[in-house]
């Protein structure tokens, strides 16, 4: 059973903040996206995430912005 990029992308993120999921594997499943397939939005949120994850902040601001790119994903802001 297959699922849309944005259930996938609601489910990792689900579990990087359940800590289920480490900064890597997080990642690793954010480039595995087709951005084409989301909507605007939630492409720029991605971006912006995956910058967050590069630029290794600490958790604190990650998570703000994981919760933010999970909002954005769910809710099609």
């Known amino acids: 059973m297959s699922t849309s990029p944005d259930q996938h992308i609601v489910g990792v993120l689900s579990q990087w903040l ?11 499943e954010l480039d595995s996206v087709d951005l ?5 939005g939630a492409r720029e949120a991605l971006v912006e ?10 958790r604190g601001n990650l998570e703000m912005t994981v919760r933010e790119t999970l909002e954005a994903v769910a809710l099609g802001a």
């Open 18 to 28: 359940a800590r289920h999921v480490d900064d890597e594997e997080l990642a690793r």
């Open 36 to 40: 084409s397939a989301l909507d605007e």
């Open 49 to 58: 995430l995956r910058a967050e994850l590069d630029s290794a902040n600490g």
